[in-house]
């Protein structure tokens, strides 16, 4: 079962992300900008999901997860939960 470790900023409008989307190209921390922004409970962990396995997420998580580039923060990425940007740190 392929397994991936992912960091993630989750915000209630695509507005919101796509504004610390910006500070986080002008050099921003995203684990300061979790902590600040983020409304999901990792965000005392600066955004950090710990590992979890493939299908765990919901399909539009877990295809950037598995699919994308690492290191590279995605989104704005649309769950039902809000908007996601989504940074991957290893996959399996």
């Known amino acids: 079962m392929p397994k991936a470790c ?3 900023i989750l915000v209630k409008t695509e507005k919101e992300c ?6 986080l190209a002008k050099g921003g921390d995203f684990n ?3 902590k600040q922004h983020s409304i999901c ?3 005392k962990r ?3 999901l710990g590992e979890f396995n493939k299908g765990d997420m919901v399909k539009a ?3 950037v ?3 994308k580039p690492l290191f590279e923060v995605h989104g704005p990425v649309k769950t039902k939960f809000g908007y996601h940007l ?3 740190v290893y996959r399996t």
């Open 6 to 8: 992912a960091y993630h």
């Open 18 to 23: 796509l504004a610390i989307k910006a500070k």
């Open 32 to 34: 300061k900008l979790a």
């Open 41 to 43: 409970p990792s965000k």
């Open 46 to 48: 600066g955004g950090d």
């Open 61 to 63: 998580f877990d295809d």
């Open 65 to 67: 997860v598995f699919k």
């Open 86 to 88: 989504i940074k991957t």
